[in-house]
DNA sequence: AAAATAGGTTAGCGTTTGCTAACCTATTCA
DNA sequence: TGAATAGGTTAGCAAACGCTAACCTATTTT
């Protein structure tokens, strides 16, 4: 796996971030708000831990996951990043299209869009 | 599938996402940058077309793809909404922390962290 | 010390994914 | 018209995924 991007893919370990983003928690505490069995949580969990995203504080027998701020923080600057240039170049494409509404470039340019 | 950021979540969909920012491409063009076969690729454009990102223009033979400027920004806005609840928790956390970084709630609350 | 609790680990399973090969259709070129 | 080209579709396969059940260790409670 080891992609951010792939491993926040699943829709469960992204209800696992956003239920620590709340604060930490322990793992059965993540597990009471799942259907799937502790094990499931565990290796959801795992898989969080490999790419930076989240960590462990153990107390006891307790073990309470939490956020790590920098790896969410590097996650919203990779997402921000890849999108910025496509989106800008769609605004200027789009703008580009509204100046020249003629004009179509050759002839398989001028269908519908 | 069926959900926004799972079928952005695989690298090679990720990487047509990008080539198709920088401006519409035939099926054979995205090929061309790639080492698996038309095929695949095709597939992962369909997949990509039924989430609403992509959308293809035919001219003559050919089908131009390109992104759909409504589903990029709703993916963004979705992915920004996502994170920001959290990066808000863990930075008021932060300053929390910092705050009090004396008076421990509880006994397990004194370790390393 | 024994019982209970939290949670990590692993084998094994059924399902899903990504891919290729092969085929088919539509369009263009000679 | 026949050959070539673009690309959608499908069957089938190997690999990856997600999950459970079972087991094991560490810690706490009685």
Redo the contacts between chains.
């Keep these: 796996m080891a992609?951010l991007?792939?491993v926040?893919?699943?829709?469960q370990r992204?209800r696992l971030?956003?239920l620590?983003?709340?604060?930490e928690l322990t793992v059965n505490q993540l597990t009471s708000h799942f259907t799937v069995s502790r094990s499931a949580i565990s290796q959801h969990l795992l898989l969080l831990a490999q790419v930076g995203l989240v960590s462990a504080?153990?107390?006891?027998r307790?073990r309470f996951y939490h956020?790590e701020?920098d790896a969410?923080?590097k996650?919203?600057a990779q997402?921000d990043s890849?999108?910025s240039?496509?989106?800008d170049?769609?605004?200027s494409?789009?703008n580009a299209l509204n100046k020249s509404r003629t004009r179509p470039t050759s002839k398989?340019?001028s269908?519908?869009?």
């Design positions: 992609d991007l792939e926040i893919g699943d829709p992204r971030v956003q620590l983003g709340a604060g504080r153990k107390a006891g307790n956020l701020p969410v923080k996650l919203q997402f890849f999108w240039a496509e989106l170049a769609l605004e494409e789009a398989e340019t269908n519908g869009f």
